[in-house]
T-cell receptor
Framework: LAKTTQPISMDSYEGQEVNITCSHN???????ITWYQQFPSQGPRFIIQGYKTKVTNEVASLFIPADRKSSTLSLPRVSLSDTAVYYC??????????????FGTGTLLAVQP | NAGVTQTPKFRVLKTGQSMTLLCAQD?????MYWYRQDPGMGLRLIHY???????AKGEVPDGYNVSRLKKQNFLLGLESAAPSQTSVYFCASSERQGRKLFFGSGTQLSVL
């Protein structure tokens, strides 16, 4: 199975920019990279998705290098409410079909005042 | 639109009992998924479906069965519950392969 690797946890302060990197060495050609945010007792919530280069929306940016073996989620000027677990998600290239959407280990981001 | 709705929200079972978790989506999505999440851990894929009448195994399928008789519904069954199946179960759907997943609010299941 394809494996993704993220830092287990990160600490930040309000107003700082936070970058969380996910490694996915075996990403398939047609796979997208997606990041989700999860608060306690809730289902994950979509943040951003991309295929290559850079994608930006109203809450985050996603940077993907040319080889697509990693991706970086960038959260500008975080606030206390951004404290959550962030997951990197890519397709499974060994599953015969890339519908086995496997989550990474998740990164617990703790934002302090 | 309600999005993805899971029922029940909470359930307590005794070892050996059976039950079915229901997931319903009103977005006309082709793909549906069942995940489980254990305390302090990430989500693990149990089973998934790429369309009505289809099902396939995910990472941790043992002890579970699924059915997708209607496009909007994806059922997860536990034939003989075990304490190891105590977990939070999340259902999700997506329009196309590899695209944005929409999650339900989860079902907290305890097996005693």
């Amino acid at each position: 199975l394809a494996k993704t690797t993220q830092p287990i946890s990160m600490d930040s302060y309000e107003g700082q920019e936070v970058n969380i990197t996910c490694s996915h060495n075996n990403i398939a050609t047609n796979d997208y990279i997606t990041w989700y945010q999860q608060f306690p007792s809730q289902g994950p919530r979509f943040i951003i998705q991309g295929y290559k280069t850079k994608v930006t929306n109203e809450v985050a940016s996603l940077f993907i290098p040319a080889d697509r073996k990693s991706s970086t989620l960038s959260l500008p000027r975080v606030s206390l409410s951004d404290t959550a677990v962030y997951y990197c998600l890519v397709g499974d290239p060994y599953g015969g079909a890339t519908n086995k959407l496997i989550f990474g280990t998740g990164t617990l981001l703790a934002v302090q005042p | 639109n309600a999005g993805v709705t899971q029922t029940p929200k909470f359930r307590v079972l005794k070892t050996g009992q059976s039950m079915t978790l229901l997931c319903a989506q009103d977005m006309n999505h082709e793909y549906m998924y069942w995940y489980r999440q254990d305390p302090g851990m990430g989500l693990r894929l149990i089973h998934y479906s790429v369309g009505e009448g289809t099902t396939a195994k995910g990472e941790v399928p043992d002890g579970y069965n699924v059915s997708r008789l209607k496009k909007q519904n994806f059922l997860l069954g536990l034939e003989s519950a075990a304490p190891s199946q105590t977990s939070v179960y999340f259902c999700a759907s997506s329009e196309r392969q590899g695209r944005k997943l929409f999650f339900g609010s989860g079902t907290q299941l305890s097996v005693l």
